[in-house]
């Protein structure tokens, strides 16, 4: 093989050019992404301070407040709110694609990791009226490895779109299904569903379908976005199936340990 390499004028080489502005890239990389880490999370800190402030007004902790005065509270809290969720998608979604951070994989026991994700939408369901089951499986486990604040990410995600996206009144059924090489985690709702001609779309990063912006002004359409890039590094998938009006399925997809495939 006839490698015919090039000296430039200072000796170097095009290979060591090509290497050196590589490390300079990733440096930059590495730079640019623990900016968005430290920020994010200061200001997301504030934020959550501001939250409370506000909460303590809108309870009368600081005393009574007049309805004209209420009103404009509650608008500041919604869109704090908002700002709040933003700013954790963003931080999720930096995490995830933070190629200097490795993936922090062990293995869990996943009934009680759905468990506590869905414990911790007790109240966002209650004020909807949605009724959040999960179907317990009634075989055994096999072993999965996750990144647990990844993972978990993945799926408060499916949950969460799942209430947001649903009619109140109506339900959420969360369940397991296991094949010879793999696990599915199922969340199914019975709420809007995603347009035919705009499913391709939903993986998309910032897309929200036109129904969605209808239904809940707040969201950053980085959420499905995330969570694929997530399950692509579990070696995992995620996929759906919906039908407007009738409601969506979403299948996260794990694949099994291989101590659990021997
Ligand atoms: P967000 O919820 O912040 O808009 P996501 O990335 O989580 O962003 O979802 C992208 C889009 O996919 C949503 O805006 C919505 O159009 C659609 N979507 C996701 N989950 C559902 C669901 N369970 N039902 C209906 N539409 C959904």
Redesign the pocket.
């Known amino acids: 093989m006839n490698t015919n390499i090039s000296k430039n004028d200072d000796g170097s080489n095009d290979i060591d050019t090509l290497k050196e502005e590589n490390t300079r890239l990733q440096d930059a990389t590495i730079r640019k992404s623990e900016f968005i880490s430290i920020s994010g999370h200061q200001l997301r800190t504030s934020l959550s301070a501001f939250k409370w402030v506000l909460r303590m007004f809108l309870d009368g902790d600081l005393g009574v407040i007049s309805e004209e005065a209420r009103g404009l509270l509650e608008k500041s809290y919604q869109s704090n709110e908002s700002m709040i969720s933003l700013l954790s998608?963003i931080l999720t979604l930096n995490h995830a694609e933070d190629g200097s951070r490795d993936y922090n994989f062990e293995e869990i026991k996943l009934v009680d990791f759905i468990e506590n994700i869905i414990f911790s939408f007790t109240a966002e369901s209650f004020k909807h009226r949605i009724e959040l089951t999960f179907i317990k499986p009634d075989f055994e486990i096999p072993l999965i490895r996750v990144d647990q604040a990844m993972f978990r990410a993945v799926l408060q995600?499916l949950i969460e779109?799942?209430i947001?996206?649903n009619n109140d009144g109506q339900s959420v059924v969360i369940s397991i299904e296991h094949s010879a090489n793999s696990l599915q985690i199922i969340v199914k709702?019975t709420?809007?569903?995603?347009p035919l001609d705009?499913q391709s779309h939903?993986f998309e990063r910032f897309?929200?379908?036109k129904?969605?912006?209808q239904k809940e002004e707040r969201?950053?359409?980085?959420?499905?976005?995330t969570a694929q890039k997530i399950m692509e590094a579990h070696r995992g998938s995620i996929s759906f199936e919906?039908q407007q009006g009738i409601g969506?399925t979403?299948i996260a997809k794990l694949p099994l340990s291989p101590q659990s495939l021997q």
């Open positions: 998608d995600n779109n799942a947001k996206y709702d709420g809007i569903g995603i705009e939903v897309y929200r379908a129904n969605a912006i969201g950053s359409g980085l959420g499905l976005y919906s969506t979403f």
